[in-house]
């Protein structure tokens, strides 16, 4: 039958009260811009400058004066001091409980004292060599710390006495995208090529931004803060990019390449109504660790709640301070201080706003908050290493 009407009752698919969630388009429109800015930036530095970097020239250098190349040979340091905690394990067998603490504590230490101070030494070392290397001694520090109490737990199931030192599927778990250390884990049927590739091409997507800066001293109060808010815009931009790279593109091509079958690196952030609720989902990796195997232990000794999630919040600034610091050479708790303040804003945010509300505090405080951290970092590593010279 024929109706005249046209029209229904309905909302805009963009309220709220649509119910409306597909916004796949979007995301695919952001890549695809993503793509051509930096397919842009990519023909015109090849038009201005040519190409600059020979893979073949940079491997043969390195081979020729490795020493050169502080932050490489760190890194590479790591492969050589693990494969030696293999073969000192197969050598010894078991152990006694005192004697695997303290061979566990004494690794533990070194893997943060011996970078640091390797960092902190060498003249050469450059701010961003000393980030990679530190992050990834870090991350084989909370591997190592995760896959030693997960074997505590299964002694303890099985009263066992004594204990082996590491095993063979350590290799597989230094790899994995994954903190936490368990006996088998979830495993894809088989590698998908293309998705791989998708992954493999969205990784090297990555932006050229230049900012100059200048001395706060020079500004007065209204100029600064100008400043702040014009350079914590592009910043926090380069933060969401580097979160879509590291956190979609990296951890799915490693994962994919090792059929690891966990893929739930992150959940949906964005849609933070709490301050918690950002700091439990954005980086679901580093908060399993931080649940499993030091709020959850907490909690289970009697700690009161609020003073276990302070305690988590208090390790997040010491690492935080600790891979910006040491790199830099200069001690200025700005990191420290930043995820401190997590803790009063988690407070207010979670007592006095709701809804949408709650969710815009949440995006003010990474849009303002996290680069005004990283802005004074630079601005401090700046006056100290150029300003002095003008």
Known sequence: M?????????????????????????????????????????????????????????????LKDPYSWPAACLIIGVYYFFNSLLILSKHLGTISKTTGLIFHVFNLMSLLIFPSVTVLSVNSMTPVGGVLSLGVYTVLFLKLYSYQDTNRWCREIRKAKIISLFSLD????????????????P??????????????????????????MKPFQEMDFSRMVERL???????????L???????????????????FGDREFYRDWWNSETVTYFWANWNIPVHKWCLRHFYKPMMRKGVNKFLAQTAVFLVSAFFHEYLVSVPL??????????????????????????????????????????????????????????????
């Open 241 to 259: 990019i580097f979160f879509y790279w590291f956190f979609h593109s990296s951890m799915n091509f490693v994962a994919e390449l090792l059929q």
């Open 329 to 390: 050479k200069m001690f200025r708790l700005w990191a420290f201080m930043g995820m401190m303040a997590q803790v009063p804003l988690a407070w207010f945010v979670g007592r006095f706003l709701n809804g949408i509300y709650g969710n815009a505090a949440v995006w003010i405080s990474l849009i303002i908050g996290q680069p005004v951290a990283v802005l004074m970092y630079v601005h401090d590593y700046y006056v100290i290493h150029y300003a002095s010279s003008k």
């Open 229 to 239: 808010l014009k350079l914590a815009v592009p910043n926090h931009l380069i933060w």
């Open 2 to 62: 024929f109706s005249c009407s046209c029209h229904v009752l309905q909302e805009s698919l963009l309220s709220s009260a649509s119910g409306y969630s597909n916004y796949r388009g979007i995301l695919n429109w952001c890549v695809v811009m993503l793509v051509l800015s930096n397919a842009r930036l990519f023909l015109e530095n090849i038009i201005k400058y040519g190409i600059l970097v020979d893979p073949i020239q940079v491997v043969s250098l390195f």
């Open 170 to 185: 350590m290799y597989y778990f230094v790899f994995a995208p994954t903190l936490c250390y368990q006996l088998n884990f």
């Open 187 to 212: 495993r894809s049927p088989r590698i998908r090529v293309r998705f791989l590739m998708r992954r493999l091409f969205e990784m090297w997507m990555v932006p050229t931004i230049q900012n100059s």
